[in-house]
């Protein structure tokens, strides 16, 4: 059994395959981070986020959302200057938007029960043989796509909330010749 192919060579992407990719996520606050960081992976490569994250974290003062819901501009001029994180004036504005429709989104139901909801609480179960069998996008993908955008969050389209849906394991969509496929489809 091989891991998946997108994994490796560098040991920070192993760790993450092998720890944390496809575990299904189901605390708020933890899903909304990680939307986030997807979002800020867009045009770049997931590992440039994976060794930038303990920064991300430390910069967004631990993604909780409900103070960088508060943030405006002197937050903004500050996280453009930190070198440690991705300096994208749209994606760092984006954040504190998403952070204030998370919040009102959280009115109604966690952020957790809104994602789970599309799956009706349980990981749906992909058996891919190939990286190329894997879509960069579904109907679900595209349908919370737009609803998130619908209720004001920006950064979402459809091929960064599947990749996060992957990552949360919402979709189980680890190869089936990874030994990570059965060990999350047993957590689910």
Same mark, same amino acid.
């Given at each position: 059994?091989?891991?998946?192919?997108?994994?490796?060579p560098?040991? $920070?992407?192993?760790t993450?395959?092998?720890?944390?990719?496809?575990?299904?996520?189901?605390?708020?606050?933890?899903?909304w981070?990680?939307?986030?960081?997807?979002g800020?992976?867009?045009?770049?490569?997931? $590992?440039?986020?994976?060794?930038?994250?303990?920064?991300f974290?430390?910069?967004?003062?631990?993604?909780?959302p409900?103070?960088?819901a508060?943030?405006?501009?002197?937050?903004?001029?500050r996280?453009?200057?930190?070198?440690?994180?991705?300096?994208?004036?749209?994606?760092?504005?984006?954040?504190?938007?998403?952070?204030?429709a998370?919040?009102?989104?959280?009115?109604?139901?966690?952020?957790?029960?809104?994602?789970?909801?599309?799956?009706?609480?349980?990981?749906?179960?992909?058996?891919?043989?190939?990286?190329?069998?894997?879509?960069?996008?579904?109907?679900m993908?595209?349908?919370?796509?737009?609803?998130?955008?619908?209720?004001?969050?920006?950064?979402?389209?459809?091929?960064?909330?599947?990749?996060?849906?992957?990552a949360?394991?919402?979709?189980?969509?680890?190869?089936?010749?990874?030994?990570?496929?059965?060990?999350?489809?047993?957590?689910?």
């Open positions: 059994m091989e891991r998946c192919g997108w994994a490796g560098d040991e $920070i992407y192993l993450y395959h092998d720890t944390d990719w496809g575990v299904p996520e189901r605390d708020s606050r933890a899903l981070e990680k939307l986030i960081l997807d800020f992976q867009a045009g770049l490569s997931w $590992i440039t986020i994976l060794k930038k994250r303990e920064n974290r430390a910069a967004f003062e631990g993604f909780h409900h103070v960088i508060t943030w405006g501009a002197p937050e903004v001029e996280l453009l200057q930190n070198e440690g994180i991705i300096r994208h004036r749209g994606k760092i504005e984006a954040t504190i938007t998403n952070a204030q998370y919040l009102e989104l959280s009115k109604d139901q966690s952020f957790a029960d809104y994602v789970w909801g599309y799956v009706d609480g349980t990981p749906l179960q992909n058996h891919w043989q190939t990286l190329a069998d894997v879509p960069a996008e579904t109907p993908s595209k349908a919370m796509s737009k609803d998130l955008k619908k209720r004001g969050f920006k950064f979402c389209g459809p091929t960064i909330v599947y990749a996060w849906l992957q949360t394991g919402v979709i189980n969509d680890h190869l089936i010749t990874c030994p990570r496929h059965a060990d999350c489809a047993a957590m689910a």
